[in-house]
């Protein structure tokens, strides 16, 4: 009798054991119960966190997620995707993560997109939301472009409703490397620069500039050897 009782009390406590090591191992899946939480390893199911680091709880196994085309994060309150990408749900079920909602990369299921970006629902394309300013408005502006040199590159014509929307939509456009803008009225010029050398004494040279500070600045960081430029010879 005290034989029975005791292979019965042995047989409860290794089922035991056994259940308690899977730990999350369920669904007919197959995970290594001596390395619960990483990856390969069964799911924790006393914690509101599954896995350890950048894994997620798959049918009872800890498996990487958070790249491209990889499952997304379960973090237990919310789901994420590493930076760029964003998680979506696909047709089998699956939360997965995509490059999508980042500018200039496709709208993410239901016309969404990350940080402050507009979906355009013509291209499908997210877009920045100050360029929903370049489809147009009441008044003409003109908008400058200079290099890093200050020296004057070009002018961009724009039509929107106030100068502010025009300066919006300037920025989605591409600027020459260090470029920055002159908001509008911008007036490009030809500026007749007098160029003080070390080694060919002093030259003339047309200097194109939004303004008087601006033409000296382009002159001098053009110039080699100029120790000095001004207006008049």
Do not use: W
Not at 128 to 151: E, F, M, W
Not at 168 to 184: F, N, S, V
């Amino acid at each position: 009798m005290k034989n029975s009782l005791l292979n019965c009390i042995l047989l409860v406590a290794a089922s035991a054991v056994i259940a308690s090591g899977c730990n999350g191992c369920g669904g007919g899946s197959t995970c290594d119960n001596s390395r619960i939480a990483q990856q390969g390893g069964c799911c924790r199911t006393d914690s509101a966190t599954p896995c350890d680091g950048s894994l997620t709880c798959n049918n009872g196994a800890c498996t990487p997620c958070g790249a491209a085309g990889q499952q997304c994060c379960n973090t237990g309150v919310t789901e994420t995707c590493a930076a760029g990408l964003s998680c979506e749900l696909q047709s089998s079920g699956l939360h997965t993560c995509n490059d999508c909602g980042g500018l200039n990369e496709r709208c993410c299921q239901g016309n969404r997109c990350e940080n402050t970006f507009t979906c355009n629902t013509d291209t499908n394309r997210c877009i920045s939301a100050a360029s929903v300013h370049c489809t147009g408005g009441a008044n003409h502006y003109v908008i400058g472009v200079r290099d890093s040199q200050l020296c004057g590159q070009s002018t961009l014509d724009i039509n929107a409703d106030t100068p502010e929307q025009a300066l919006e939509c300037a920025r989605t456009m591409p600027l020459p490397p260090g470029g920055t803008l002159i908001p509008a009225p911008a007036v490009l010029q030809t500026f007749s620069m007098c160029l003080s050398t070390t080694t060919m004494g002093v030259q003339r040279r047309n200097i194109r500039a939004f303004s008087d500070y601006d033409a000296r600045q382009c002159a001098l960081n053009t110039c080699e050897n100029c120790t000095d430029a001004r207006f008049d010879c």
